[in-house]
Structure formats: structure tokens, C-alpha cells
Nanobody, 119 residues
Framework: QVQLVESGGGLVQAGGSLRLSCAAS????????MAWFRQAPGKERVSVAR????????YYADSVKGRFTISRDNAKTTVYLQMNSLKPEDTAVYYC????????????WGQGTQVTVSS
């Protein structure tokens, strides 16, 4: 199993940047695909970025493509989400999630970190 703790959220003006971190504890971090999801008030939780166990493959939602970058450091068992050119519509609670290599679902979740972008 893996435990996840997010940090780095906060209040930022539109056009600004934030970097979220997700520290993982537990064994075999490099056997987990990782992802960032977000949930805005009154909306469903959606995936915004994913990264494979090795970091060799990434995926971005269209809404964040070109502005957000997901990365990971397996030696530090940490995954990051660099968010640039932030927009008010990026306001949400951001969650880190992990999916074991052989699993179909993201079964491990952090507690979430609030990101608020003011206009």
C-alpha cells in the first residue's frame, strides 16, 4: 500500500503559478502510476494529469494542456504538478492518486489540497 500527502496549494492571482507536491510513503513507489485529479464545487472529480511508473508517459486533460506539467522523482517518492498561467476555472481541491501497475483503478488517494485562483 501507499499513503499520499499533498502540499503546495493556496491562493494565487490569475496568471500566476503554483507547484503541488505529493509525498508518498510505503513500499515500491516505482510500481505505481500516479495522477492528479481535481474537484471544483458542485462538480465531479476529474483527472487533470497522469504519469506512468517510470515517468516516461504523461497525459493531460485538454483544459490544462500546455499550462500544467506532471513529473515524479522516484528516489524521493514524490510526484509534482507544476501549474502555470492559472485561471479562475482552475479553482478546485486537487487530489493525488496512485494506481498499482496491475490495477485498473486509482485506489489510493491523498486528502486533497485547495487551489484558489482569483480574477
Amino acid at each position: 500500500q501507499v499513503q499520499l500527502v499533498e502540499s503546495g496549494g493556496g491562493l494565487v492571482q490569475a496568471g500566476g503559478s503554483l507547484r503541488l507536491s505529493c509525498a508518498a510513503s510505503g513500499r515500491n513507489f516505482d510500481r505505481y502510476h500516479m495522477a492528479w485529479f481535481r474537484q471544483a464545487p458542485g462538480k465531479e472529480r476529474v483527472s487533470v494529469a497522469r504519469i506512468s511508473w517510470s515517468g516516461g508517459r504523461t497525459y493531460y486533460a485538454d483544459s490544462v494542456k500546455g499550462r500544467f506539467t506532471i513529473s515524479r522523482d522516484n528516489a524521493k517518492t514524490t510526484v509534482y504538478l507544476q501549474m502555470n498561467s492559472l485561471k479562475p476555472e482552475d479553482t478546485a481541491v486537487y487530489y493525488c492518486a496512485a494506481r498499482y501497475l496491475e490495477d485498473a483503478e486509482y485506489n489510493y488517494w491523498g486528502q486533497g489540497t485547495q487551489v484558489t485562483v482569483s480574477s
